[in-house]
């Protein structure tokens, strides 16, 4: 018999060489009927494997990441199984096809050049392998084997993939009827698993991404299990397309980019408004939770950058240039400019904790193949907050932040969920500093009863990470928020605070941002609200829109009356047809349009049409006014 130990910390036992698909049956049959794949000590692996000896296991359904690619896995081999029957005298090479985030694609090397239409056609023969649910068998064979099946069949790329794999390296394939794939796996148990697909694009690859070699035609697909999931993101995408932060930045006049400074965006004068107003509410939250803001410089010498690690560990995304013959950085990151705040004067444990708030433009470089609008930048402002305290004062502080964080967040209507980035490869420090800090985060997040899942390997060189992923309008994720626990930056600068016994002490460092960056939060936004900005962030607030020009003095009277009390107004005073400039309204996506007439000049009134809104109401020019002062204060999200 051997242990097997669940998620739950349960244990149980089993036969030895017991199937996971077996044992979950044991387990629960609601369960074996959802469960795809499994994690047995970590590795994740197919039911079909057997348990040799005490394990720790984990059963992945769709909603685990695992589970998710093990599925979109098979679906990748289901098409290349498609493609072969389909075009048996095309000379069909298979190259690469693993799942990816949201879908899978498989790389192909045939003479026939596919379309759209093809698509269509794979598709079908694609379910027609669905519904066969043909069983995925794994099996184990030597170099020399594998080496002699896939040349006997022609396929190059699979003979050029075994030969760069390790000496005593396992080596296996994956049947499904007849198609067989070399393939470490995970997979599903059988092709019926995969219960709604669909082939999205063709797109050009070259093999193993190298210019230098033949192109490849890449097909991409994503995959689910019920078919109304799959409509549901399809049209997320469909969605998503509409509001494409490029797109609507252009036609809102918010920002754009130009060839003269690729990666650098230039914000329009609606640009700098929502700008202004995110970072004065910004500046207000911060000042009511505690912090003081400050201001360090955009160029720093190297000597600087060596203390902190950023040139052994991050120097490929920074830029450089020589001031008096000594070299000088562009900082890529605020931290190091906080600390030479703190410690350039003496503090005492009284001080503590310190909360030093800063909005500090950085830059990065970033691959040109890797820019996408607001959300992939080369400079981009950082709203950072470095915050000193003694070790006891850690746990208080992540509360508080995440309370911030829940603030912010709910104004622009965003909830989140939570990951932990535990210790990368390329890191500096102790084992022993590292597991401090990692279990002062995961104890906070579980103080709070905020559930949160591990990504091992993902913290920053300096320490470990709580990082927040907002979920948008449309169920888009998006990673905003972080916390940063560093117990190791204060080391290397040697800063230290005078405690209670009189005696010097090392404070604890935690790194934090709320927006990220104030330019991607911006796209973020724009896509959101779908450039239909709430009232409080909106460029222009309200439009009016005389019916003659016997109505433009009321008008203008009105425009002053509200610019005065702060309200972004303008006055539409064009020889065009009222419908005209209504629609025109509701394309600028402007919250509210006024249409004032003899009516609404006799009666001191205002003829109200809310964006998104077919009916209009008439309301007393005062009321009118009050109610947009009152969506502004609140910062109402409608």
Avoid at 37 to 57: H, N
Wanted: hydrophobic fraction near 35%; charged fraction near 30%.
């Amino acid at each position: 018999m051997v242990k097997i130990t669940l998620k739950d910390g349960s244990v149980r036992e089993a036969a030895e060489g017991t199937t996971l698909l077996d044992f979950v049956k044991t387990v629960s049959n609601s369960l074996a009927k959802k469960v795809l794949a499994a994690k047995l000590d970590g590795r994740t692996v197919g039911l079909a494997t057997p348990i040799e000896k005490d394990a720790a296991v984990e059963f992945l359904t769709f909603e685990d990441a695992g589970g998710r690619l093990a599925l979109r896995h098979t679906a990748s081999h289901i098409m290349a199984q498609a493609i072969q029957h389909l075009y048996p005298d095309q000379h069909v090479q298979f190259a690469i096809g693993p799942a990816i985030e949201n879908g899978f694609y498989y790389d192909i090397d045939m003479d026939r050049k596919l379309t759209e239409e093809d698509l269509k056609d794979i598709e079908k023969e694609m379910e027609r392998i669905v519904k066969q649910n043909l069983p995925l068998v794994r099996k184990e064979i030597s170099r020399a084997d594998a080496l002699r099946f896939f040349s006997d069949r022609g396929q190059s790329y699979k003979v050029e993939l075994i030969n760069g794999l390790p000496e005593g390296a396992v080596i296996s394939l994956y049947e499904q009827g007849d198609f067989i794939d070399l393939c470490a796996g995970p997979h599903v148990l059988s092709t019926g698993k995969v219960k709604a697909v669909k082939l999205q694009s063709i797109a050009g690859a070259y093999w193993r991404g190298d210019e230098h070699n033949k192109m490849l035609q890449r097909i991409y697909g994503t995959a689910f299990e019920k078919k109304e999931d799959l409509q549901a993101y399809l049209y997320m995408l469909e969605e998503a397309a509409k509001r494409d932060h490029r797109k609507l930045g252009k036609e809102l006049d918010i920002f754009s980019l130009h060839e003269e400074g690729p990666g650098f965006p230039f914000f329009h004068p609606n640009g700098m408004i929502i700008r202004n107003e995110l970072i004065n509410y910004w500046r207000e939250v911060h000042r009511r939770y505690g912090y003081q803001e400050i201001r360090t410089p955009i160029i720093m010498n190297r000597g600087l950058w060596e203390q902190s690690g950023h040139w052994d560990h991050y120097k490929e995304n920074m830029y450089f240039t020589k001031i008096d013959d000594e070299d000088y950085a562009i900082k890529p990151m605020n931290c190091p400019g906080g600390i030479l705040v703190y410690k350039s004067q003496p503090h005492s444990y009284r001080e503590l904790p310190l909360r030093l708030a800063e909005l500090g433009l950085v830059h990065r470089h970033e691959l040109s193949g890797a820019l996408h609008g607001l959300f992939r930048v080369r400079n981009f402002t950082q709203d950072d907050a470095h915050l000193f305290m003694t070790l006891d004062q850690v746990e208080g502080e992540i509360q508080k932040i995440i309370d911030l964080f829940d603030e912010v967040y709910k104004t622009f209507g965003l909830s989140y969920h939570a990951e932990l980035s535990t210790r990368p490869e390329d890191s500096m420090g102790e084992d022993e500093v590292w597991e401090k800090a990692t279990v002062a985060l995961r104890n906070a997040l579980t103080h709070r009863g905020l559930k949160y899942v591990v990504n091992e390997g993902d913290g920053a060189f300096y320490g470990p990470k709580i990082d927040f992923h907002l979920k948008d309008s449309i169920g888009r994720t998006w990673q905003c928020g972080t916390i940063q626990l560093d117990m190791l930056m204060p080391e290397k600068f040697d800063i230290h605070y005078i405690g209670e016994d009189g005696q010097r002490h090392r404070p604890v460092m935690l790194h934090r941002v709320v927006y990220g960056s104030i330019e991607r939060f911006i796209g973020i936004l724009i896509e959101n609200y779908a450039g239909a900005f709430p009232i409080w962030l909106a460029p222009i607030q309200v439009r009016i829109l005389p019916i003659t020009d016997n109505h433009r003095g009321y008008a203008d009277k009105l425009r002053e009356k509200m610019f005065a009390l702060g309200i972004r107004v303008e006055v539409d005073s064009r020889n065009e047809k009222m419908g005209y400039k209504i629609r025109e309204a509701q394309v600028k996506k402007i919250p509210y349009a006024l249409v004032v007439g003899d009516q609404e000049v006799q009666e001191n009134t205002v003829n109200v049409r809310r964006y998104g809104e077919k009916d209009s109401q008439t309301m007393r020019a005062d009321d009118f006014i009050a109610l947009v002062q009152e969506k502004i204060r609140t910062k109402a999200e409608k």
